[in-house]
Nanobody
Framework: QVHLVESGGGLVQAGGSLRLSCEASGSGASKSAMGWYRQAPGKPREHVARVSSGGSTNYADSVKTRFTISRDNAKNTVYLQMNSLKPEDSAVYYC????????????????WGQGTQVTVSS
């Protein structure tokens, strides 16, 4: 069982930056593939970025040149650095984890955080 706790959301103006953090705890946390998803009102939850236990990353096309996912295995923490934020990035951002990166590629992670709100004003 892996428990995920996100932090770092908030309100920012367009063009600004935020960094989200997600601390994982529990058995297998350090070996888990991890990622970020987001859900805006009235829209389905979507993949944003993921990182394997070995550090390989993948991004949604809409964020590829602006967001960076990274992990600190010593702290069991994954980060999402978000730059050049746009109003359309506004959403609840969820941290997710799975035993295998395959689960995240299929958008079916085993574990979810509670979510953190990101609001980008124009």
């Amino acid at each position: 069982q892996v428990h995920l706790v996100e932090s770092g959301g908030g309100l920012v103006q367009a063009g600004g930056s935020l960094r989200l953090s997600c601390e994982a705890s529990g058995s297998g946390a350090s070996k888990s593939a991890m990622g970020w998803y987001r859900q805006a009102p009235g829209k389905p939850r979507e993949h944003v970025a993921r990182v394997s236990s070995g550090g390989s990353t993948n991004y949604a096309d809409s964020v590829k040149t602006r967001f960076t996912i990274s992990r600190d295995n010593a702290k069991n923490t994954v980060y999402l650095q978000m730059n050049s934020l746009k109003p359309e990035d506004s959403a609840v951002y969820y941290c997710a984890a799975g035993t295998s990166i395959i689960q995240l590629r299929a958008n079916k992670p085993e574990y979810w955080g509670q979510g953190t709100q990101v609001t980008v004003s124009s």
